[in-house]
T-cell receptor
Framework: EAGVAQSPRYKIIEKRQSVAFWCNPISGHATLYWYQQILGQGPKLLIQFQNNGVVDDSQLPKDRFSAERLKGVDSTLKIQPAKLEDSAVYLC??????????????FGAGTRLSVL | QQQVKQSPQSLIVQKGGISIINCAYENTAFDYFPWYQQFPGKGPALLIAIRPDVSEKKEGRFTISFNKSAKQFSLHIMDSQPGDSATYFCAAVTSGTYKYIFGTGTRLKVLA
């Protein structure tokens, strides 16, 4: 079974530029999460999707961050315009939602963003 | 109330020793407590998890101890190996929302 795929792996941009990250979850996983992991900290949830609907985006800075999950599969996370404090690793995770593994989130390798 | 406090921030252990990482929570609605292991450049991967109806769960060299009354849980790594050197995160989950609240992480280094 293929894991959660994310791209790009690294991105360097200047402040005020825009950037987009892509995530392809494990096949059949209905729930998809985007996390922000700042160096030395634990992952912080940005947004949670159930199929193509948003379940929780309470910690998403909506003035600059946006995310979508069209057709309930792939997802993109966009930052526009980026700020220096957005430098972090952006992790995507997915969850099956059924059976014994319903609580388990599977993470991608992340996209490391550096804002200069 | 949604926080999970994790300690220590970093830990150095000799090969063969026991590594112990602690977490504490406040929200009694949490009912699933996983530990994740993260190597540099990789995403977190599930290591072991426990539900509050048991006090201990063991898988190989990894053991979770759970104290429901104290609202604390800990990860014990027996016979620590250099390959265990990684960052470990505890988390607390409410099954209804399946929302993870992560601790701040513990960077473990096992000396050869």
């Amino acid at each position: 079974e293929a894991g959660v795929a994310q791209s790009p792996r690294y991105k360097i941009i200047e402040k005020r530029q825009s950037v987009a990250f892509w995530c392809n979850p494990i096949s059949g996983h209905a729930t998809l999460y985007w996390y922000q992991q700042i160096l030395g900290q634990g992952p912080k949830l940005l947004i949670q999707f159930q199929n193509n609907g948003v379940v929780d985006d309470s910690q998403l800075p909506k003035d600059r961050f946006s995310a979508e999950r069209l057709k309930g599969v792939d997802s993109t996370l966009k930052i526009q315009p980026a700020k220096l404090e957005d430098s972090a690793v952006y992790l995507c995770a997915s969850r099956d939602g059924g059976g014994r593994a319903k609580n388990i989130q599977y993470f991608g390798a992340g996209t490391r963003l550096s804002v200069l | 109330q949604q926080q999970v406090k994790q300690s220590p921030q970093s830990l150095i252990v000799q090969k063969g020793g026991i590594s112990i990482i602690n977490c504490a929570y406040e929200n009694t609605a949490f009912d699933y407590f996983p530990w994740y292991q993260q190597f540099p450049g990789k995403g977190p991967a599930l290591l072991i998890a426990i539900r509050p109806d048991v006090s201990e769960k063991k898988e190989g060299r990894f053991t979770i101890s759970f104290n429901k009354s104290a609202k604390q849980f800990s990860l014990h790594i027996m016979d620590s190996q250099p390959g265990d050197s990684a960052t470990y995160f505890c988390a607390a989950v409410t099954s209804g929302t399946y929302k993870y609240i992560f601790g701040t992480g513990t960077r473990l280094k096992v000396l050869a």
